[in-house]
């Protein structure tokens, strides 16, 4: 259903822990859709730290965060 999502979250802590290939599946399926990429940590506690996302750009709210992730611009950090 790539018509109806706009990125997709292509690395979480969490799931990199529990089953990498949840990462790796997500990550070919924005791939292969064109879409935006995002990485999140998941970190409801301290096991689950590292990931996210970092920009070239600063960012002053969730409408420029949005736009960059939108064009591209961000980079998934995958530290686990």
């Known amino acids: ?3 109806f999502v706009d990125g997709v979250e ?3 802590t969490a799931n990199e822990r529990m089953n990498p290939r949840f990462n790796a599946n997500a ?3 924005a791939r292969e859709n064109g879409l935006p990429e995002t990485g999140g940590t ?3 506690n301290v096991k ?3 990931g996210g996302m ?3 750009r600063k960012l002053h709210n969730i409408f420029d965060y ?3 992730v939108y064009n591209h611009e961000g980079t998934v950090i995958k530290d686990v």
Request: glycine fraction near 4%; avoid cysteine.
């Open 1 to 3: 259903f790539p018509d």
């Open 10 to 12: 292509v690395f979480n």
């Open 27 to 29: 990550l070919q399926y």
């Open 42 to 44: 998941d970190s409801h």
């Open 48 to 50: 689950n730290t590292g």
């Open 54 to 56: 970092i920009f070239e």
């Open 66 to 68: 949005m736009d960059a």
